[in-house]
């Protein structure tokens, strides 16, 4: 699906998304197709949501976001820095 038939099937809903395909612009990242992994009430229960699936499986594109918006704000972070073994 895309950002615009997501926000007409789920209207003013808060949602735990997977990227499907997405690509990076100006340090923005855009998702050109998602898949929407349910709904919740509020914020705080889809965090939740988004916190144990990401420990589960770290390589899924994850993204908790809410309808009405008119476009996902992702800003890409690069971090830098040593990584512990």
Not at 14 to 41: G, K, M, S, Y
Not at 43 to 60: C, D, G, K, V
């Amino acid at each position: 699906m895309t950002w615009d038939e997501v926000r007409q099937q789920y209207p003013n809903q808060w949602l735990l998304v997977e990227a499907i395909a997405a690509h990076t612009e100006a340090e923005r990242r855009i998702l050109d197709q998602l898949a929407v992994i349910n709904t919740f009430p509020d914020s705080n229960t889809a965090l939740q949501e988004y916190a144990s699936l990401h420990h589960q499986s770290p390589e899924r594109e994850l993204y908790v976001l809410h309808t009405e918006r008119e476009q996902p704000e992702i800003t890409e972070r690069r971090w830098l820095g040593v990584r512990s073994a």
